[in-house]
């Protein structure tokens, strides 16, 4: 009696185990190219890199700038400090007369010929102040005559122009202005010549404003 061999029956198109696999999902599978990969992620990097430099170059401008800038004014305080004295001295010398004086005993102060020694030494001492302040960056402003300026006069009155001025010139110059270096330190208070356009203390106060 002969034996029937059984044979599995084979799956049509192919064998059972590769049709039980499932196919790879195209997020499973790698990259396409690894090498454009790597390029655009290099390129990333080089592009946060050069963002960083740039950002602590611009850092270290503005400090260097600053650090320009608080040395260049270090002694503004100080020379705006020294200002009332200077005014002191001014009005001092504005107290006496200038020059020999009027008549007087002969070799007294007064005398014609005699220079007030007080007066002499006043001027003295106001020039060499003058001259420390002058080589720290200090120079005044030459107000009187000029035409006003907000930004450089403060007009605390002002009167009737004479005949041939102009209206919204400078009369007279109550108190000095001073520039420290490319700073105006101290306004100019000056008296304007008043016309038909309008004082020159209305647009200080609407320029204030």
Known sequence: MTRKKHHAEEPPGGDAESATLPEASPEEAGPANPLEAETARLRAREEDLLRALAEMSNVQKRRKSETEAALRYANESLVLALLPALDDLDRALASTPAGPGAAG???????PGIEDPIRAGVTLVRERL??????EGLAPIHSKGAPFDPALHDAIAVAPAPPGVAPGTILEEASVGYRFKDRVLRHAKVVVADGPTGSAETESEEDAT
């Open 105 to 111: 005993a002969p070799g007294t102060p007064g005398a």
């Open 130 to 135: 003058m001259s420390v302040l002058r080589r």
